[in-house]
């Protein structure tokens, strides 16, 4: 799944229900023509040009908030739910002038984007492990990506390879 979104986007597509090129009754959405052509060599778009999208994977409609960079034509990430996830079991969120950074919880120096990690913490972090019971004093899960297009998040931060799990 992971390889389909990072390779093989279209540019058009039929919904359910709707009728193929042979009339025949399409059970499920499906994708139509070529793939469009992707170029990962590309640096990425400038922040304002970043597009945000949410994805849907079926069968089980799993959905996230993920980015699309025009200048590569595909999306940068995150890849999946559990990446997307992951970033709160992760990171921090640290306020400096009015914008959340992200910064290792770990206690790192510096936030993604290189700011000093001094500021104002938010309640974001959570602990993940197996068979975590629920702990009401947690921060309820946060999607930073839903939140792209409102300005509060650090957008460097979120594009960082560490954001995005993405190999450095």
């Given amino acids: ?10 540019d058009h597509f039929r919904d359910e229900g709707a009728t193929d090129d042979l009339g025949n009754l399409c059970y499920s959405a499906q994708v139509t023509g070529e793939p469009s052509p992707v170029d990962p060599c590309q ?6 040009q970043i597009i945000p999208v949410r994805i849907e994977v079926a069968p089980d409609r799993m959905t996230w908030r ?3 960079c025009p200048r590569r034509k595909q999306i940068v ?5 559990f990446v997307a996830d992951k970033v709160q079991h992760s990171f921090e969120l640290v306020r400096r002038n009015d914008r959340l950074h992200l910064v290792h919880a770990d206690g790192a120096d510096r936030t993604l984007c290189g700011e ?31 939140e792209w297009s409102d300005g509060v998040v650090c957008q460097q931060c979120l594009l960082h390879d560490q954001a995005l799990n993405r190999q450095c």
């Fill in 66 to 68: 993920a980015l699309y």
């Fill in 1 to 10: 799944m992971v390889e389909a979104l990072v390779s093989n986007l279209y």
């Fill in 43 to 48: 640096s990425l778009s400038e922040p304002e």
């Fill in 77 to 81: 990430g995150p890849h999946s739910k």
């Fill in 116 to 146: 000093p990690a001094a500021g104002e913490i938010i309640p974001f972090f959570s602990y993940d492990y197996p068979n975590k019971p629920d702990d009401p004093s947690e921060p309820a899960p946060r999607d930073l990506y839903a």
